[in-house]
């Protein structure tokens, strides 16, 4: 699985981005999916994650009720839709795949497949 993150930009306090990650392959349906940030100097963090079904979605506390991840099996499409963004929010986001089930939904360790990260920076 090839993954290409993109989305990412410069936005005010309070603002929005849409990440959207394209994943190569026929089998999409069959992994799940995640968002990891990364700020400097900071190990790699989980954002949010979803089933291969996209029946289950997980979030960090940090992003509940901001942040929405979704998935589109037909396009073989991840999409993190941030809202209320904040000035902490500010990091590479990386989008994230395994074939495995749910199990270390939130552990980057258990994530085979990475794309390159996108920058998210958020001005106060």
């Known amino acids: 699985v090839q993954l290409q993150a993109s989305g990412g930009g410069l936005v005010q306090a309070g603002g929005s981005l849409r990440l959207s990650c394209a994943a190569s392959g026929r089998t999409f349906s069959l992994y799940k999916m995640a968002w990891f940030c990364q700020a400097p100097g900071k190990g790699r963090e989980f954002v949010a994650g979803?089933?291969?079904?996209?029946?289950?979605?997980y979030y960090a506390d940090s992003v509940k009720g901001r942040f929405t991840i979704s998935r589109d099996n037909a396009k073989n499409l991840v999409t993190l839709q941030m809202n209320s963004l904040k000035p902490e929010d500010t990091a590479d986001y990386y989008c994230?795949?395994?074939?495995?089930?749910?199990?270390?939904?939130?552990?980057?360790?258990?994530?085979?497949?990475w794309g390159q990260g996108t920058l998210v920076t958020v001005s106060s």
């Open positions: 979803i089933s291969g079904s996209g029946v289950s979605t």
């Open positions: 994230a795949a395994d074939i495995s089930p749910t199990v270390g939904m939130r552990s980057a360790a258990a994530y085979d497949y």
